[in-house]
């Protein structure tokens, strides 16, 4: 039967009319959805409500909810025994801690989910090691795949599939290549290029496919996947904390080399050479188990390959740091004629060092290393207008209105840009109706006194069943079945109670961790599907001073996406809305370029049933719009809003990776604005630096758009 509730009052939309509303409404679905738990349910919101919620409790709470649905068992049957009696183990009553002993968490893999994927168990059965490379020869040819050999002796084969679907993390991207190969020799690379080039195909690379853009290959084309293909199709995942099996041991693009000296005389820096297919997982246990070295920032993920995070010019946060893409000092990649090529002179890798996979199959990468520090994270949960204070508190929606002294304004606003201007690490987060926002900020030290490895291994497996069970919740019949505002409401206290601190007396807690962990805080996000849209804005200068940034326009930016969901009662933005500060950067075709006083990287995601349900497109238009119109005010003073005459801003640039496709910028497709508008200059150098390799390693423009292109790099980098 349809619930007995009218339509939301978006003056009352706060988590506790919510969840009262939940509470007094949610068994009149009883009938419908006899097997989700709906007593459980009600005691778990119940005690939320009231603040007396431990997030183990209600994670427990929330796995009974569903442990009778069909989604769940099916689910559940996936598991490997081990986990499967965890699990059990931890919904009978005992701690994470207990469920997972001393030992650090290790999944056993498990089968992917139901989808197209699943044939590809016999197909890999035909790359199986064999002495025998003849009758495997013979068994490719009968399955009409190419022959791409691996080495020089002919001894070795790539793994290759005919039309094996593809389709990316996000689902927004689907398509068919002829093939999709799995290299793990630069020896391969080269010959899959040269068959590439014979068959006048184009070749695209994908990792981890958490690009949301259509960025990867095409139909009829070639997919280059750096990783197997179960691992990045298998939801969950396990692969991010168990082991590095010993089969990945000889993959020449798996490996990470350390120099043997400092960079540049630096005793504080040093250089590592990483294949692209290396996760950044892998890489984080690298740095944590040697101590000695690490990435100075990074994105959260860790279910993300090196090649992955590089190509599309991502980033982490913090005003003193730039891209992951201005960290690196050498590209080498294969080029159009199946050359293993390098590039290292820093002008150059301007364009290589960010070129979205159109230089060439890139293999290696070199970065700049920082000697390990330790974070000192002290995250908070403070009122949504005290963790980025509001321009005016009438710009608060009702529902999220408090009483606040001068004092607590005037001192809130003064953390906030302190926290924004000089942490080491700025983020903020905050879950769609919440009255509380999460506030990630924190500066770094060289003294590992009191450092732990966070999360700790219970914590990592509370993390991961969380990830797990939300993948689930987001797609049963019962959750699709929701009002838009439920659906937040239930996503927020699921995402909320693991995020520290976890106990609500207990605000301020400090916790000194390795730097790697700390950047890498959260694990699983992998298992839960999520929309997102990300734009870059770059930080104004303060009226009367020569370098201090106004964060004005981005408190603007911020409330603007608040007040645009208590516009809409359909709620398309079900997650949440995050802002890092970071730098800007030297690489040409980055969004953060020229920001010199530095960018608010800000960003929305949702649901995919928001999707489904039509509401997301219009909500990322109307946020984009609101985002356009900031004014920014340059180190020389003037006010700038360019675009072409519709009041958008053209500093105002989305994150490549995410979705941007299909908006409308400046009065026309988001496509034609970046390339005639917002990188009109930007993408001319970028093809004059590319010429310029080009000519000293015997390639030209035409070969990059023969081989390394698609459709949309066609129309903005060489149209």
Known sequence: MPLDISAPDTSKLNNHFILEEIIDHVRELGDDFPNVDLEELIQQLTQVNSRKCDPEVQLRGFLKVFQKTPMYKEEYRKLDDTTQRQLHNF??????????GQQSFALQPSPAVKHHFRFLDSLQKLFAKTDNIKSLEESLKAAKVPLIYENEARSELMEVYSNVPFVNWGQSVHNVPSFTVVPTKIKGIQNLVLYAKKQNLRIRCSGYRHSWSPVFSEDGQILVSLLNLKQVTEIPDPTSVEPTPASEKNNELKSIELAPSSFQGLPEKRLVRVGVSVTNEEFRRWAVTNNAWALPMDVILVEVTIGGVNGPICHGAGRRHQTMSDLVRMIEY????????????????????????????????????????????KPRKPDISLAIPPLSLKDVPVALQKEFTDKQYTDALADFEDRASNNYYSEWFWFTYQRTAWVNTWNNTTDPTGVVDYPSPGGVWVQWIEGWIGGIISSTEFFQALPGHWQAQLLATLGMAVLPPTMFEDPNPEIITYMPDALHFRRGIQNTR?????????????????????????????????????????????????LRIMGGSDILMAPQRGNNLGTASIEVLTVPDSVTDGEWQDFCQKVYEKWAGCPVTGEDGDATVTGNGVGANSKVRPHWAKEWVGLRMGGTDATVFLRDVAYKDEIRTFKEVLTEIGQKQGWALEDLKARFSNATWDTIVFA
Request: glycine share 6%; hydrophobic share 45%.
């Open 91 to 100: 919904i009978s009553g005992r701690s994470a801690a207990d469920v997972v």
């Open 334 to 377: 294969v080029d159009a004629n199946g050359v293993h090529q390098q590039v290292s002179d820093p002008q150059l890798l301007k364009a290589a060092a960010g070129c979205f996979g159109l230089l060439g199959i890139v293999t290696h990468v070199t970065l700049e290393l920082d000697a390990m520090t330790y974070a000192v994270l």
């Open 530 to 578: 999520v929309r997102d849209m990300e734009f870059q804005i770059p930080l104004s200068l303060k009226a009367g001073t020569t370098n201090v940034p106004d964060f004005n326009p981005i408190r603007r930016a911020w409330w603007d996406v608040i007040n645009l969901v208590y516009a809409d009662p359909s709620c398309p933005m079900r997650l949440t809305l995050e």
